[in-house]
């Protein structure tokens, strides 16, 4: 299988608001298992409602699903769907980029597994974004996984937001998330919802439409 052909490249990036050349700013959203580009687009369209030099990108996976085992899995049985994944996020972060659209003015938020695959694309990508929100996920790999990432996110605001019992999503890769982004220096915000399960909350959305705001 070469690059060209991965799991998911044949699939459709979903866009929204202005086209990527006449945009200043760049959400790129990332759906969870088992949903669609078009519903995490409905997100990203909600968080950038006070923007109108906007373009919305997003990614579509192939069968609704990134990759088919747990995050927590080793990553070698995820493969070759994972690096196809990372790679989809990549060529939609360069839709932006090669428009004009410089990292510090892109935003990138997920859901469950788009998040987990959001988190692990910056994680080793590390550099000025204008932020990243990771709404119940974490970075991807089976407990002791080394996280020898390299660069400096200078600053990124990054959000991470999850239930204390997400029956998905345990708390300590949570933070664990929280610390990888924060030694790679990222100016992270870590929310703990009780008994909020797997989903996103009215907080949530409000936290990621002022990181929009502020771009």
């Keep these: 299988m070469t690059d060209a052909d991965g799991p998911h490249q044949s699939q459709q990036l979903v866009t929204a608001g202005l086209d990527p050349a006449d945009a200043d700013v760049a959400v790129v959203a990332l759906h969870g298992r088992g949903a669609t580009a078009r519903s995490i687009v409905d997100l990203a369209k909600q968080v950038s409602r006070g923007r109108d030099d906007a373009t919305l990108l997003a990614p579509q996976a192939a069968r609704n699903t990134w990759y088919p085992n747990s995050f927590m899995a080793p990553m070698a049985s995820n493969q070759p769907h994972l690096d196809s994944a990372l790679r989809a996020l990549g060529d939609a972060v360069a839709t932006a980029t090669d428009a004009g659209i410089p990292t510090e003015r892109i935003v990138t ?107």
């Design 109 to 215: 938020v997920g859901f469950s597994q788009g998040a987990c695959l959001a988190s692990e694309f910056l994680a080793r990508n590390a550099t000025r974004y204008g932020g990243h929100a990771a709404l119940s996920g974490g970075v991807i790999g089976p407990e002791g996984t080394p996280r020898e990432y390299e660069g400096s996110f200078d600053g990124t605001p990054v959000f991470l937001g999850c239930s204390d019992r997400d029956p998905h999503i345990p708390l300590e890769r949570v933070h664990e998330t929280r610390d990888v982004f924060a030694d790679l220096g990222a100016d992270v915000d870590e929310r703990i919802y009780e008994g909020m399960g797997h989903g996103v909350n009215e907080e949530e959305v409000a936290v990621v439409s002022n990181m929009v705001d502020d771009l």
